[in-house]
């Protein structure tokens, strides 16, 4: 979706309702893939044209009859108020791999910044040098409360693909994969893999062809 | 160096030779850059013209006056006895990327050992996992009675050149560097970068394009 509109365009009633509009979506559990500018004129009490109106402003239209997607919505309400977050990122699985990447000072330095960890796990929040450790049910609902849209994938192979899910239902839109795993993601989603194994079989390899 | 014969070409007495002369250069401490026949003969209370034919059978001669690289000279001895070993490898740098490396389960599925592990700040062996971690002390000299070509390095860019240093001294072909730094590094040394920090700052620039 595009954003047909500059800040100085919009009317400024428009302007105070947009971060209501954020919340609302923001709170949905679980999150519809599309929604309607009826449907949120309703939860919200607000009157159906002037919901068209206001999300006019930063989405251009939804789908005839599903409305807009709802991932999209969001983002684009995030980037026009200026809250788009593309430098947080969770971590699923906090085995050594994710316990190492969550403390690694690098990210910092480059201003990134790997707020907390989840796992399947843990029946309680633990930490790592301070960083928090959550169980995974919290995942969906704790990211998109801190808006997080990088997730970072270190659990086994046979949970990657659960963990990629649950990422996204969450509001994550981007992947760094460790996982030894062909992760199925929506278009929408950037998926970046990082296979350590294999990286070192090729230096094996190249090293081979030398002895 | 080329290896100019098969093993059915060369002369028993040859054959029979050959590990000693492995054996004494993997003794070597410190490993000069070249050696001559007639310092491997001397050192083994052997005649110089001997020496000579017999590392002729694996290793075309060496540079006049200095005599054999000696790295490469090690290189073709195990290459032609069938010990060259391109599928283990220790790590330099016991942190907690080198401990999550030293212990990844996923090395061992597709064939690769990774051995054991040294770090600058040890005063005595520890271990992870029932995997060894060393004093950096040790690094060269077990490299070599290991009979190790891959090195790991996942110390702090700071500590990166002397643990490459080190890992070449001890008979490492192939360097996976992790620590954000150049390394410099002979022309016969294979380096492979690994930069985790630049990998999610990639992932942060490709989705800050799509917010």
């Known amino acids: 979706m595009e954003q047909p509109n500059t800040p100085a365009a919009i009317p400024?009633?428009?302007?105070?309702?947009?971060?209501?509009?954020?919340?609302?979506?923001?709170?949905?559990?679980p999150v519809p893939e599309y929604i309607s500018a009826t449907a949120i004129a309703d939860d919200m009490g607000l009157g159906n044209v002037q919901?068209?109106?206001?999300?006019?402003?930063?989405?251009?239209?939804?789908?005839?009859?599903r409305g807009y997607k709802t991932t999209e919505l969001i983002a684009?309400?995030?980037?026009?108020?200026?809250?788009?977050?593309?430098?947080?990122a969770v971590i699923v699985g906090a085995g050594k791999i994710g316990r190492a990447l969550l403390t690694y000072e690098r990210f910092e330095e480059l201003g990134l910044h790997v707020i907390a960890a989840f796992d399947e796990n843990l029946d309680a929040a633990a930490e790592e040098d301070g960083k928090p450790i959550f169980p995974i049910e919290k995942l969906e609902d704790l990211c998109r409360r801190l808006n997080v849209h990088i997730g970072i994938i270190t659990t086994s192979a046979g949970n990657a693909q659960n963990a990629c899910d649950r990422l996204i239902a969450g509001g994550v839109r981007a992947v760094w994969n460790f996982a030894p795993v062909h992760l199925k993601v929506p278009d929408d989603i950037i998926l970046q893999n990082e296979d350590l194994a294999s990286s070192l079989l090729l230096l094996s390899r190249r090293l081979s062809t030398v002895l």
Request: with cysteine.
């Open 51 to 65: 919901v068209r109106k206001d999300l006019a402003c930063v989405a251009s239209g939804g789908k005839p009859k």
């Open 76 to 88: 684009c309400l995030e980037n026009f108020l200026g809250c788009s977050d593309t430098v947080s």
């Open 12 to 29: 400024r009633q428009t302007l105070t309702r947009l971060p209501r509009y954020l919340n609302y979506l923001h709170g949905l559990d």
